[in-house]
Nanobody, 117 residues
């Protein structure tokens, strides 16, 4: 059973930083594409960033230059370092995993990020 457990969300002031983490189990982490999406109530889930097994990264234009995705294969964990946070970054962030062996996507439960003064 694949499990993705997010951590690191919370309340931060505009301009501040947070680091999200997602610990994966039940999947061969080293070959999975990992990522982060976010979704505001009533809107579609949108890509934030992904990182492939080889380390190639992809970012949404709205967070380019502010957020950095990374992975630690030894810890089966993917991270999202968020700097320069803005109020419009406030929403729920979901961890994502794609298993290329079975072509399935998996999602975490989500972690709330709130940017407010």
């Amino acid at each position: 059973q694949v499990q993705l457990v997010e951590s690191g969300g919370g309340l931060v002031q505009p301009g501040g930083s947070l680091r999200l983490g997602c610990a994966a189990s039940g999947i061969i982490f080293s070959i999975a594409t990992m990522g982060w999406y976010r979704q505001t109530l009533g809107k579609r889930r949108e890509l934030v960033a992904t990182i492939a097994d080889g380390g190639n990264t992809k970012y949404a234009e709205s967070i380019q230059g502010r957020f950095t995705i990374s992975r630690d294969n030894a810890k089966n964990t993917v991270y999202l370092q968020m700097n320069g946070l803005k109020p419009e970054d406030t929403t729920v962030y979901f961890c994502y995993a794609h298993d290329p062996r079975v072509l399935r996507d998996y999602w975490g439960q989500g972690t709330q990020v709130t940017v407010s003064s």
